[in-house]
């Protein structure tokens, strides 16, 4: 369910990239502001979608002429808002979606006030270049607003708002001869207009991580002397945010503890026996190691043959008391256990042949190599260096120990005898620190 | 192994994107965020980024420098342009305050007086590469930087088939100076951080030039006379500004979530433009890692 839901999710993201990208309009009104408000002291994200209708002295209906073609006022009554807010501190930062317009919006947020700004996104990707007809923001719009929210009782918010913005709408460029390629395809432009205005809204909560509100604004175009109004249903719930290095590193740390319960896996310094005293691990060159089932060790697991599962690893220590073992995990720090019954010791680690990945990314390397030195050979030369340089890393630079292990068919085929296994477990016994510090007495 | 693969050709799709032909001192934002220690522990930075330097109908107000054997060429040129992509790294810093808890504490927001003199080098493909020394200095929530970079690079042309050759090139040493500051607003819950930076630096746009024919053998029909025309050497100054996006860890849960360092990634996006009506345009895209 929650892995068809993301699916879903990615689907709708590389949409909305995709008509980003394919074409992205500048026309934007302000944003809602009930969603904003509440991103405040949330630890998730702020997901929030809306629908909302404009009324008023919209500028419809009116055609300016020329030869063969003439501009079509057709300002749109409504719009989609998809935004998303993720907050810390007092500081709220969000990135969203107005119909086919992209835009960023940050601001201070607190329980009863708030500050924001919001621009569309050619202010990251278009420099504000000087025009003598059109002034150097000609490609922007945005705005601040003040926002002052009340809380009336746990369920129930109201909020009143203020701003001025630089708002677009849409004009029409229509080919009456249809004499360019794109005549038949209607692409809304953009005309900017200054507004001031201000609102209310009510928000209430649904559910335990949800909000609606409903919002009016009223706003008053200064350059054209016309009122408009926007009424707005906006919808939003906390999400798990994601985005974020500690997001992320809470995200492992809590799998990781997860996995540690159910495996019998404890931190590998802090390994202990059952009277709470402390073992160490043996530290070993990276070896492979016959275990009976996957999903009992915290390392990652290798088939190389059907009835074969084998993990690495560098750290081990046998437990003839509880008649386990301990082994530290591939590239992490914990150690977990598994039944001497079960457990068999096989080849040492063999690193994966270096020339073949080396081959490969020499070989993707040599096409764009060629087109930009716009040379065969050029290509060639780029592929080789690219080619060279990642077998001397992967050699020289990287630990050997600590590169992706060969796996190979014969890996852990041959078994040893219980006698042999546990005589080659007798070299590496636990509570080693105790046994020499007994030993030194 | 398919990840490593993915972004080499990631990194190879910008590579062939960019011509080489713009020079200047890198950006000062992975740097700044060394100084502040955001990422406790973190010491080094890899950084990719991509520059594009374009004017079109340019009347360039800075040092332009004709390579063309026809001198009078480039005064008829309205369109000077080019672009390049950078691998750039720290080698050698000295910050201050030194961090007591590597480790990282659920509250830690950095130095906030924290500073740096960082020593770094870049290489640009295909024959460029750079020296630059930095200092950063964060007086609270904002930053002020300096850098200067030494580049070395030769810059190759095109031949009469419009083939990039090597017949045709310039070896210039450049010298490229950025100054400027920023601000940043952390969000330590997230991880997450939203900043802005802006400044004053010099800008090289280096083309060595194109061999075309000049005229026309009428007994042969075939094209005769090549010339090396349309090389230029521009250096001007430009204001620029941009916005970063960072995500770093620094909570003390290094051992929970099994991971040895804390980290962190910076993107950032820049455009640049003269001052006055000069359309003379620079945009940037980079990738930093934090480590």
Redesign the interface.
């Known amino acids: 369910m929650t892995v068809g839901l993301k699916n879903k999710a990615a689907l709708l993201l590389l949409l909305l990239v995709a008509a980003c990208l394919a074409g992205c309009s500048s026309v934007m009104r302000p944003p809602p502001a009930a969603a904003y408000m509440d991103s405040y002291a949330k630890d998730g994200a702020v997901g929030s979608f809306g629908l909302s209708y404009y009324a008023g002295d919209l500028e419809n209906g009116r055609h300016e002429n020329n030869s063969y073609s003439h501009y079509s006022y057709a300002e749109w009554w409504g719009d989609v808002n998809l935004a998303s807010y993720i907050s810390g501190g007092y500081f709220t930062f969000g990135l969203g979606y107005q119909t086919f317009s992209p835009f960023m919006q940050m601001g201070f947020v607190s329980p009863y006030l708030g500050l924001t700004a919001w621009s569309n996104m050619n202010a990251i990707v278009i420099p504000a270049i000087k025009s003598d007809e059109r002034g150097a923001l000609w490609r922007y719009s945005g705005g601040g607003m003040a926002i002052e929210q009340i809380p009336l009782n746990d369920n129930w918010k109201i909020g009143f708002t203020e701003h001025l913005s630089r708002n677009g709408r849409e004009v029409y460029y229509v080919d009456d001869d249809c004499l360019s390629i794109d005549c038949k395809i209607p692409v809304p432009r953009p005309r900017f207009y200054t507004e001031v205005g201000g609102g209310f809204y009510v928000s209430k909560k649904i559910g335990n991580d949800s909000r609606v509100s409903l919002e009016f604004r009223y706003g008053r175009d200064l350059d054209e002397d016309r009122n408009r109004f926007a009424l707005t249903l906006d919808i939003w719930s906390s999400t798990t945010a994601t985005l974020g290095g500690n997001d992320v590193m809470r995200s492992m740390a809590k799998k990781n503890a997860k996995k540690m319960r159910e495996i019998d896996a404890v931190y590998a310094d802090s390994l202990r026996d059952e009277n709470g005293k402390i073992d160490s691990l043996h530290t070993i060159k990276r070896q492979w190691f016959r275990i009976p089932d996957s999903s009992k060790t915290m390392s990652l697991a290798e088939h190389p043959s059907d009835s074969v599962t084998a993990v690495t690893s560098k750290g081990i220590c046998y437990d003839e008391g509880s008649r386990s073992v301990w082994l530290k995990q591939d590239y992490g720090n914990t150690a977990y256990r598994v039944p001497v019954d079960s457990f068999d010791y096989c080849q040492q680690m063999e690193r994966k042949v270096l020339f073949w990945p080396s081959l490969l990314v020499g070989t993707l390397s040599f096409l764009p190599g060629a087109l930009a030195t716009n040379s065969g050979v050029g290509g060639l030369m780029i592929g080789l260096g690219v080619s060279v340089a990642y077998w001397a890393v992967s050699n020289f630079a990287l630990d050997s120990e600590d590169l992706v292990p060969k796996v190979y068919p014969e890996l852990c085929s041959e078994k040893h005898s219980r006698e042999n296994v546990l005589a080659w477990l007798k070299q590496y016994p636990c509570r080693s620190e105790m046994q020499s510090q007994e030993a030194g007495k | 192994?398919r990840k490593?693969?993915l972004l080499?050709?990631f990194l190879?799709?910008f590579?062939?994107w960019?011509?080489d032909y713009v020079v200047l001192s890198p950006s000062f934002v992975p740097q700044a965020l060394l100084a502040r220690q955001i990422?406790p522990g973190s010491s080094r930075i890899f950084s990719f980024s991509t520059s594009i330097g374009s004017c079109d109908y340019c009347n360039i107000t800075g040092n332009i420098v004709s390579t063309s054997e026809d001198l009078q060429s480039h005064y008829s040129r309205d369109k000077v342009d080019g672009s390049s992509f950078r691998f750039e790294m720290n080698l050698v810093d000295f910050k201050w305050p030194r961090t007591k808890n590597t480790a990282g504490a659920e509250h830690w927001a950095g130095h906030r007086l924290g500073g740096g003199l960082f020593l770094n080098a870049y290489y640009s493909?295909?024959l460029k590469v750079g020296l630059y020394p930095m200092v950063v200095q964060w007086l609270g929530p904002l930053y002020l930087a300096a850098t200067y970079d030494l580049s070395y690079g030769c810059y190759f042309g095109?031949d009469e088939d419009?083939?990039?050759t090597t017949d045709v090139h310039e070896s210039l040493l450049t010298g490229s100076l950025n100054v400027g500051g920023g601000t940043m607003?952390?969000?330590?819950?997230?991880?997450?951080g939203?900043g802005l930076h802006g400044g004053l630096r010099q800008m090289h746009i280096i083309n060595p030039g194109s061999r075309v024919y000049t005229g026309t053998d009428y007994r042969t029909g075939s094209r005769i006379d090549p010339a090396l025309q349309d090389g230029y050497h521009v250096e001007d100054w430009i204001y620029y500004y941009g916005?970063d996006f960072v995500?770093?860890?620094?909570?003390p849960?290094l051992?929970?979530?099994?991971?040895k360092n804390h980290?962190?990634?910076i993107f950032s996006?820049e455009?640049?433009?003269r001052p006055?009506?000069n359309?003379l345009?620079?945009?940037a895209f980079s990738m930093s890692l934090l480590l």
């Open positions: 192994m490593i693969c080499i050709v190879c799709a590579a062939a960019a011509d990422a493909a295909l095109y419009n083939a990039m607003v952390f969000m330590n819950n997230h991880g997450l939203v916005i995500g770093y860890t620094n909570i849960l051992k929970e979530s099994n991971t980290q962190g990634y996006f455009m640049g433009t006055d009506d359309p345009i620079y945009w």
